[in-house]
């Protein structure tokens, strides 16, 4: 397996920080954010592009589209704007989340606005990286209903899934489409807090008191042949306040090669 580094992991370094961080810990493959940090509100694609060839790592996505299955108001404009950002900065793909406020998007909906997209990604050589939400409240929650969706809007050239090793759980899906599948988020939950309360808050670094299956995700996906990265995607302040974030990344890199075999 190898290992992939979301910004969200250590919100506070600076880009070149980060890419030096994940250089250290021998990754090469980077994921980038608009929201925490905001690079794209923060530098010019070019500055980040350079700075990816200077540290010699390659920028796999662009975290994220939100929320991509409402094609209305600004959504469509920054749309088009992500993805000449990401062209721009030598990104490959946008990850796209959808809505997640608790209110129902129709299938047909969702197809639309995947058709909608599809022709301003590929126009910028993007791929749109599906990522299904698993919360309660989630307009949009398993891979099954997501894949459904790229194939009803003719976009399987375009558009593959996120499996999210938290999201997974959280939805309750057995389903694995190691070949649909472009990313992996893995992050893992340790608090006592009951399934259907989990948020983005309780998400740390996986070690042996994992409640979400990583090690058992990641197993099933490999086996099934899936052979891309898998990326660490912790939002808990928890995480983000370590006095040596790279030493706990080593570990928990190192805790999931043992338990892989």
Known sequence: MRFALNHIAVPALALDDFFALARRLGVTEVEIRND??????????????????????????INALYPFNRWAGDLPARAAAMAAYAQA??????????????????????????????????????????????????????????????????????????????????????????????LVHISGVTDAVPVAEMQDSHRVLVDAADRLGNVAQIRALLAAGYAGPFSFEPFSTEVHGLADPEAALRDSMDFLRRSIG
């Open 36 to 61: 925490l940090p905001d690079v794209l509100g923060a530098m010019p694609p070019a500055e980040v592009k350079a700075a990816a060839a200077r540290h010699g790592v390659t920028i796999l996505a």
């Open 89 to 182: 900065c030598g990104a490959r793909a946008l990850v796209m989340c959808p809505l997640n406020e608790g209110r129902a998007v129709p299938f047909a909906d969702v197809v639309a606005a995947l058709r909608a997209l599809a022709p301003i990604l590929a126009g910028h050589g993007l791929t749109g990286l599906v990522e299904p939400l698993g919360f309660p409240v989630s307009s949009l929650r398993s891979k099954a209903e997501a894949r459904r969706a790229i194939a009803e809007a003719g976009g399987q050239g375009v558009f593959r899934l996120l499996h999210d090793t938290f999201h997974h759980h959280l939805a309750g899906e057995d389903a694995f489409f190691p070949d649909e599948t472009g």
